[in-house]
């Protein structure tokens, strides 16, 4: 069995931070890319940021500059430090993560069941 596991979120001031993690679990061999999602309320999931196994990364146009994904491998665990918010930053953000693992089921996604951001004075 695999499973991640957010940690992180809260209730923040307009322009204040918050860092986000997401520690997978389980009979793991190997990850490739993980990625953070998030979903406001009545609207559909978005990608946030991607980091692969490289290291590389990518953001969505909103949240450029402000947010920051890493990762650390020998803890199979991904971040996402996020700087200063914003009220439209309100939303369930969730982490996902390509894995192979030991159960022989080949590579699958898996997902967190997500942490709730809120951004508001």
């Known amino acids: 069995q695999v499973q991640l596991v957010e940690s992180g979120g809260g209730l923040v001031q307009p322009g204040g931070s918050l860092r986000l993690s997401c520690a997978a679990d389980?009979?793991?061999?190997?990850?490739?890319?993980m990625e953070w999602y998030r979903q406001a309320p009545g609207k559909e999931r978005e990608l946030v940021a991607t980091?692969?196994?490289?290291?590389?990364?990518n953001y969505a146009d909103s949240v450029k500059g402000r947010f920051t994904i890493s990762r650390d491998s020998a803890k199979d665990t991904v971040y996402l430090q996020m700087n200063s918010l914003k009220p439209e930053d309100t939303a369930v953000y969730y982490c996902?993560?390509?894995?192979?693992?030991?159960?022989?089921?080949?590579?699958?996604?898996?997902w967190g069941k997500g942490t709730l951001v809120t951004v508001s004075s």
């Open positions: 996902s993560a390509e894995i192979l693992s030991w159960a022989g089921a080949g590579w699958r996604v898996f």
């Open positions: 389980g009979s793991i061999s190997s990850i490739n890319a």
């Open positions: 980091i692969t196994r490289s290291a590389d990364t």
